[in-house]
């Protein structure tokens, strides 16, 4: 059984900063990948960020630069540090894993919101 809980949202102003924690257990963790998405209100859902389990990183562009994912393996927990944030950065930030093989996210935590105010 996979699970992922999220942490570490909340409310912060533009050019501050946010680190995002999401805990995963179940196997998944040492073998699949894992990202970070979001959604804002009245939007659909995007990609933010994913890293394989050999380390590999991709980042959509509206937050490259600024975005850092990162994994702890001891911890078997997947961060996102947030940098410089901006007002369009306010969204629920989703964890999410995806079985080794797979392209397809399986496993999604609850969600952890932010916002960042102007």
């Known amino acids: 059984q996979v699970e992922l809980v999220e942490s570490g949202g909340g409310l912060v102003q533009a050019g501050g900063s946010l680190r995002l924690s999401c805990a995963v257990s179940?196997?998944?963790?040492?073998?699949?990948?894992l990202g970070w998405f979001r959604q804002a209100p009245g939007k659909e859902r995007e990609f933010v960020a994913a890293?394989?389990?050999?380390?590999?990183?991709d980042y959509a562009d509206a937050v490259k630069g600024r975005f850092t994912i990162s994994r702890d393996n001891a911890k078997n927990t997947v961060y996102l540090q947030m940098n410089n944030l901006k007002p369009e950065d306010t969204a629920v930030y989703y964890c999410?894993?995806?079985?080794?093989?797979?392209?397809?996210?399986?496993?999604w935590g609850q969600g952890t919101q932010v916002t960042v105010s102007s």
């Open positions: 999410a894993a995806r079985p080794y093989g797979s392209a397809r996210y399986d496993y």
């Open positions: 179940g196997r998944i963790f040492s073998r699949g990948g």
């Open positions: 890293l394989t389990w050999s380390g590999y990183t």
